[in-house]
């Protein structure tokens, strides 16, 4: 079965630095899709970028971007010059080929210091 | 468009009681789905629907049923709650269910079931 680990259960940031999330999965898939969500105080659930296994090039979002090793099955999501709208619960999440369900990790909470 | 709502935002439940807890979207999707958020545990899917009458579980699906019969309504009952079902719900939905559609969220319902 897939699973997906974020073993930071909590980050701290000072505004306008840079942090980085950790995630690693599980999964005997070559091709599949993986995604870091937002979570703010408005419990709110929202995408901030999506990598598709097959792609070599990292995904970038303005200021999101993914550091994603599929040999070390590893995703993690960097935040350059972080704001204090950045704070919130960070979710990985994964969802493999043919299947219509994701895979959650227990998310890291982020704080950002001003 | 209002997106995905849900309501109720709160519910206070006896043990035993039944409820249902509803979610629509105007946004025209196929695919909707229902997570429970717990402490330390992530998103976990309950169930789960492609399409109108079509449904089918998730990881966490025991103590809840659901229905489609229309295309923006997707309900989730719970027919005997128990105190293992507190939790904050959330409904989300997507065109499609594929990977590269976004998926989008609700605001979420806080259940207490004492």
């Known amino acids: 079965a897939q699973t997906v680990t974020q073993s930071q259960p909590e980050m701290s940031v000072q505004e306008a630095e840079t942090v980085t999330l950790s995630c690693t999965y599980d999964?005997?898939?070559?091709?599949?899709?993986l995604f870091w969500y937002k979570q703010p105080p408005s419990r709110q659930m929202i995408l901030v970028i999506r990598?598709?296994?097959?792609?070599?090039q990292n995904a970038t979002e303005n200021r999101f971007s993914v550091n994603f090793q599929k040999a070390a099955k590893s995703f993690s999501l960097k935040i350059s010059d972080s704001q204090l709208g950045d704070a919130a619960m960070y979710f990985c999440?994964?969802?493999?080929?043919?299947?219509?369900?994701?895979?959650f990790g227990t998310g890291t909470r982020l704080k950002v210091l001003a | 468009n209002a997106g995905v709502t849900q309501t109720p935002k709160f519910q206070v439940l006896k043990t035993g009681q039944s409820m249902t807890l509803q979610c629509a979207q105007d946004?025209?999707?196929?695919?909707m789905s229902w997570y429970r958020q717990d402490p330390g545990m992530g998103l976990r899917l309950i169930h789960y629907?492609?399409?109108?009458?079509?449904?089918d579980q998730g990881e966490v699906p025991n103590g809840y049923n659901v229905s489609r019969s229309t295309t923006e309504d997707f309900p989730l009952r719970l027919l005997s709650a128990a105190p293992s079902q507190t939790s904050v719900y959330f409904c989300?939905?997507?065109?499609?269910?594929?990977?590269?559609?976004?998926?989008?969220f609700g605001p979420g319902t806080r259940l207490t079931v004492l």
């Open positions: 999964t005997s898939e070559s091709d599949y899709y």
């Open positions: 999440a994964y969802q493999g080929p043919g299947t219509y369900k994701y895979i």
């Open positions: 989300a939905s997507s065109y499609r269910g594929v990977p590269t559609d976004t998926q989008y």
């Open positions: 629907s492609v399409g109108a009458g079509i449904t």
């Open positions: 946004m025209n999707h196929e695919y």
């Open positions: 990598q598709e296994a097959y792609k070599q």
